[in-house]
């Protein structure tokens, strides 16, 4: 059985590896890390749940430097939820070997972005629009940039994004490796890679359906004034585990929350046009299965992996051909089977005949459940509306396991610094450097996580231990998954 450690990755990667029980690389993984060695730009169209993420954390983790001051790596993404969600990627593959990333993206205060900049950063996640602020007010150093990578490509194309993606181009080091990953293939695509890239390697892994295997994709013809309340009979029907639904826009999104709230479903919605602190709350609760289901605009059809998501539903035709693809892509992930749903009114026909043609087969049709049939699962449905969703362990628990995370009471306004600390700990009985985490440095306060287990050694001997000449007041970080 192919493994990892074919790859020669170091301890450390492995190490994050073994913690989070990725035993076999998948198809996409192999391939990556097999020709990135080679120092030549990659293009890489995958499929969405793929493990595309992980294909170019990995890679990137075990080449940045870790000695290195100004970021080596930098990651451009089309949503402030991808950019997060691929921070926490990077977080999780490089936590022993302490490699920092930093996320740059909009709606999120400037001034916490530049202070996070100011000390070591290894890899950056940015969305080009934040990014370009920070480059034009000189808080980012991108001269010791080594790696490009842009994901969600085709996306970026979509969004309006290349503009802001060429600018991008002149700020950074031409003499660099550039991996764009993408899971469609527009014609645009060809062009920007002709214009960023040098004699790209192309690895194709998408297969020759479109949509996954692990998708039973099922299409229902209803009529515009029942479809609400189909929508209803279908749920109830099939009582999924966790389900997401699709709708066009803002006011459909709120519209079918409002009317599924009010029939006592477990849900919430999620669009563009919320606070970013709201946003990043409903995913989140959404992930530790608070809600079994989300209504949502297609901000959330791309790069966000909620592993027991069962069921997708369009509520509306998705106008985008290819954005078909990234919903039901929600679903399946991995190597688990999903279902989806998309209900089709006459006057969207048009949108399905091109996602036909796209996907290059037709959409099978299905029949919608009774009454009859939706009234006998009515109390299952209810049943399951009071259960609490049985959601798999965050990954980071496992990576947590050894680490403690401590806050000492000094920072730069007591003139504290890394060597300050790293020297009072390597001084500490049963302590070396690669004990030491990532040190966070902040005007008033000081983070510094201890690894492989000696955290409470650590805590315990800083009670009465001085730093910097002088007994500080140390306590723990609790982490939050």
Same mark, same amino acid.
């Not at 198809?27 to 595309?52: M, P, R, Y």
């Not at 629009?129 to 990578?149: A, M, N, Q, V």
């Given at each position: 059985?192919?493994?990892?450690?074919?790859?020669?990755?170091?301890?450390?990667?492995?190490?994050?590896?073994?913690?989070?029980?990725?035993?076999?690389?998948?198809?996409?993984?192999?391939?990556?890390?097999?020709?990135?060695?080679?120092?030549?730009?990659?293009? /890489?169209?995958?499929?969405?749940?793929?493990?595309?993420?992980?294909?170019?954390?990995?890679?990137?983790?075990?080449?940045?430097?870790?000695?290195?001051?100004?970021?080596?790596?930098?990651?451009?993404?089309?949503?402030?939820?991808?950019?997060?969600?691929?921070?926490?990627?990077?977080?999780?593959?490089?936590?022993?070997?302490?490699?920092?990333?930093?996320?740059?993206?909009?709606?999120?205060?400037?001034?916490?972005?530049?202070?996070?900049?100011?000390?070591?950063?290894?890899?950056?996640?940015?969305?080009?629009?934040?990014?370009?602020?920070?480059?034009?007010?000189?808080?980012?150093?991108?001269?010791?940039?080594?790696?490009?990578?842009?994901?969600?490509?085709?996306?970026?194309?979509?969004?309006?994004?290349?503009?802001?993606?060429?600018?991008?181009?002149?700020?950074?080091?031409?003499?660099?490796?550039?991996?764009?990953?993408?899971?469609?293939?527009?014609?645009?695509?060809?062009?920007?890679?002709?214009?960023?890239?040098?004699?790209?390697?192309?690895?194709?892994?998408?297969?020759?359906?479109?949509?996954?295997?692990?998708?039973?994709?099922?299409?229902?013809?209803?009529?515009?004034?029942?479809?609400?309340?189909?929508?209803?009979?279908?749920?109830?029907?099939?009582?999924?585990?966790?389900?997401?639904?699709?709708?066009?826009?803002?006011?459909?999104?709120?519209?079918?929350?409002?009317?599924?709230?009010?029939?006592?479903?477990?849900?919430?919605?999620?669009?563009?046009?919320?606070?970013?602190?709201?946003?990043?709350?409903?995913?989140?609760?959404?992930?530790?299965?608070?809600?079994?289901?989300?209504?949502?605009?297609?901000?959330?059809?791309?790069?966000?992996?909620?592993?027991?998501?069962?069921?997708?539903?369009?509520?509306?035709?998705?106008?985008?051909?290819?954005?078909?693809?990234?919903?039901?892509?929600?679903?399946?992930?991995?190597?688990?089977?999903?279902?989806?749903?998309?209900?089709?009114?006459?006057?969207?026909?048009?949108?399905?005949?091109?996602?036909?043609?796209?996907?290059?087969?037709?959409?099978?049709?299905?029949?919608?459940?009774?009454?009859?049939?939706?009234?006998?699962?009515?109390?299952?449905?209810?049943?399951?509306?009071?259960? /609490?969703?049985?959601?798999?362990?965050?990954?980071?628990?496992?990576?947590?396991?050894?680490?403690?995370?401590?806050?000492?009471?000094?920072?730069?306004?007591?003139?504290?610094?890394?060597?300050?600390?790293?020297?009072?700990?390597?001084?500490?009985?049963?302590?070396?450097?690669?004990?030491?985490?990532?040190?966070?440095?902040?005007?008033?306060?000081?983070?510094?996580?201890?690894?492989?287990?000696?955290?409470?050694?650590?805590?315990?001997?800083?009670?009465?231990?001085?730093?910097?000449?002088?007994?500080?007041?140390?306590?723990?970080?609790?982490?939050?998954?």
């Amino acid at each position: 059985m192919q493994t990892f450690k074919q790859y020669g990755l170091s301890q450390p990667i492995l190490k994050a590896l073994e913690k989070l029980n990725y035993q076999k690389p998948m198809e996409v993984q192999d391939a990556v890390l097999k020709a990135f060695s080679n120092k030549q730009d990659l293009i /890489v169209q995958a499929q969405t749940g793929s493990g595309k993420t992980l294909a170019f954390a990995l890679p990137i983790c075990e080449a940045v430097d870790w000695e290195g001051r100004y970021p080596q790596a930098l990651v451009l993404t089309p949503t402030r939820e991808l950019a997060l969600q691929i921070q926490e990627g990077f977080f999780k593959i490089g936590r022993f070997k302490r490699i920092k990333a930093v996320g740059l993206y909009g709606k999120a205060p400037f001034m916490i972005q530049q202070k996070e900049l100011r000390q070591k950063t290894h890899v950056v996640v940015a969305t080009p629009g934040r990014l370009l602020e920070h480059i034009e007010k000189g808080t980012i150093t991108t001269t010791d940039l080594r790696y490009l990578i842009i994901d969600e490509a085709d996306e970026m194309l979509k969004m309006g994004f290349m503009e802001d993606v060429h600018r991008i181009m002149e700020a950074i080091p031409k003499q660099r490796q550039t991996l764009l990953f993408s899971a469609t293939w527009p014609k645009d695509i060809d062009a920007l890679s002709r214009e960023i890239m040098k004699a790209p390697q192309h690895i194709q892994i998408t297969p020759q359906k479109m949509t996954s295997s692990q998708v039973e994709a099922i299409s229902y013809e209803v009529e515009e004034e029942n479809k609400l309340g189909d929508l209803m009979r279908l749920t109830q029907a099939h009582n999924p585990e966790c389900a997401m639904i699709f709708c066009n826009r803002r006011v459909g999104v709120e519209a079918v929350y409002e009317a599924l709230k009010e029939a006592h479903y477990a849900c919430a919605m999620l669009h563009g046009g919320m606070e970013q602190r709201d946003r990043f709350r409903v995913m989140e609760d959404f992930k530790k299965g608070r809600y079994r289901y989300l209504v949502c605009t297609d901000v959330a059809a791309r790069g966000i992996d909620v592993h027991h998501v069962t069921y997708v539903v369009s509520y509306d035709v998705p106008e985008d051909k290819e954005q078909y693809v990234h919903r039901i892509g929600r679903t399946g992930r991995g190597k688990k089977t999903g279902k989806a749903a998309m209900l089709i009114t006459k006057a969207e026909q048009s949108y399905v005949e091109a996602i036909e043609d796209y996907i290059g087969e037709a959409l099978v049709r299905g029949h919608l459940p009774t009454e009859a049939e939706a009234e006998q699962k009515v109390e299952a449905f209810k049943e399951k509306m009071q259960q /609490v969703i049985e959601v798999q362990k965050p990954e980071t628990e496992a990576i947590h396991q050894d680490i403690l995370k401590i806050h000492i009471n000094a920072g730069k306004k007591t003139k504290m610094r890394p060597v300050d600390i790293v020297g009072t700990l390597c001084n500490l009985p049963g302590m070396a450097a690669e004990d030491i985490g990532i040190i966070q440095i902040q005007d008033i306060s000081t983070y510094v996580e201890i690894l492989n287990g000696k955290g409470e050694g650590v805590y315990q001997q800083l009670q009465s231990k001085p730093i910097k000449g002088r007994i500080r007041r140390v306590s723990k970080v609790e982490h939050r998954n």
